[in-house]
């Protein structure tokens, strides 16, 4: 079951991910308008995010995220071997579904992207964008988890100086990039520490909750 459970996590990630990247590529060979650019990322985004989860929340939970996963650990809603291949799946796979755009688009499996995102306000906006997400996927319902998550990210796109990124997995992937939605390897500690912490503050969230409802 695990092993099912883990290729649903790897086959997401990488889906996910080439959606990010090859829409992001896509669009800057489309338009030179930068607002269009980013709702056609945006959109293509939102659709696949709302396929995925849909396809396998009911094998994996459809995590597709380590901050999902991790607060899924610390809830004591999943073991810790399992929660390991969890992260592990989703590194892989979003690592293999930017080389899966990259070797459509540009013919070369890996680059490094040089595309600075620094600064409070970019960090911010990775915080709030985090913690919405990992906020609806622990309060909603699982019946609609797949509807309202791509709504989120879809909004926050525009919302977020930093375009919600809100994933650990998601953001140093998109470092192996040349496209429009790259990061440079010196934004990825700021971006993924702003992700964990918006997950802790869900989970305090959560756990004063579960305090006050018992």
């Known amino acids: 079951m695990i092993d099912s459970k883990a290729l649903a996590e790897f086959f997401g990630s990488a889906t996910l991910l080439l959606a990010v990247v090859g829409s992001s590529f896509m669009a800057e ?5 930068s607002a269009i650019a980013l709702l056609i990322n945006a959109m293509v985004t939102a659709a696949v995010l709302a396929l995925i989860i849909r396809s396998a929340v009911n094998l994996s939970g459809a995590h597709f995220n380590p ?13 810790s071997f399992e929660a390991l291949i969890y992260l592990i799946a989703q590194f892989f796979g ?11 688009f540009t013919e070369v499996a890996f680059s ?5 995102r620094s600064g409070a306000a970019q960090l911010l906006g990775e915080v709030i964008a985090t913690t919405g997400l990992v906020f609806i996927a622990f309060s909603a319902r699982k019946k609609h988890v797949w509807k309202l998550i791509p709504l989120w ?18 953001t140093l992937a998109r470092f192996f990039t040349e496209a429009p939605a790259g990061i440079a390897g010196s934004s990825l500690p700021g971006f993924i520490a702003a992700q964990l912490l918006g997950a802790l503050l869900v989970l305090a969230v959560l756990r004063k909750r579960d305090r006050i409802s018992r």
């Open 29 to 33: 060979q489309l338009t030179k308008d």
């Open 67 to 79: 901050v999902v996963t991790l607060t899924a650990l610390l809830l004591g809603k999943i073991r």
């Open 94 to 104: 979003s690592i293999f579904g930017v080389i899966l755009a990259n070797l459509m």
């Open 112 to 116: 490094n992207s040089s595309i600075q």
């Open 153 to 170: 990210i879809f909004g926050a796109y525009f919302f977020t100086v930093s375009t919600s990124f809100a994933n650990p997995a998601v």
